[in-house]
């Protein structure tokens, strides 16, 4: 669950059984309902949207490790087939 009150923001993570209870009490409160419930985040502020986006945020962290293992791979190529990179002198050193 995530919400923002003022300039405030929180993000709850809650079991099934915590989100029922919610729910239970949420149809209680009058106030309460009229908050509508949506599957993605809203925020007034379009940087918070995304800074503050947990979802956004793990997608944002595999694809950077996706990239970091890439460019590793790429490197290792570079090192070992082609002859260059940081350690290019060690290409000389592996018997042919």
């Known amino acids: 669950m995530d919400f923002q009150s003022g ?18 009490i949420k149809e209680q409160i009058p106030d309460l309902r009229k908050i ?35 460019w590793f791979f790429f490197l290792l190529f570079g090192i070992f087939f082609l002859g260059w990179g940081p350690l290019k002198g060690l290409y000389d050193l592996i018997p042919r």
């Open 7 to 24: 300039n405030h923001i929180f993000t709850e993570t809650l079991s099934d059984q915590d989100a029922q209870k919610f729910q239970e």
């Open 36 to 70: 509508p419930i949506k599957e993605k985040v809203v925020r007034r502020n379009y940087f918070d949207s995304f800074v503050n986006n947990l979802s956004f945020g793990v997608k944002i962290g595999y694809a950077g490790n996706l990239l970091w293992i890439l």
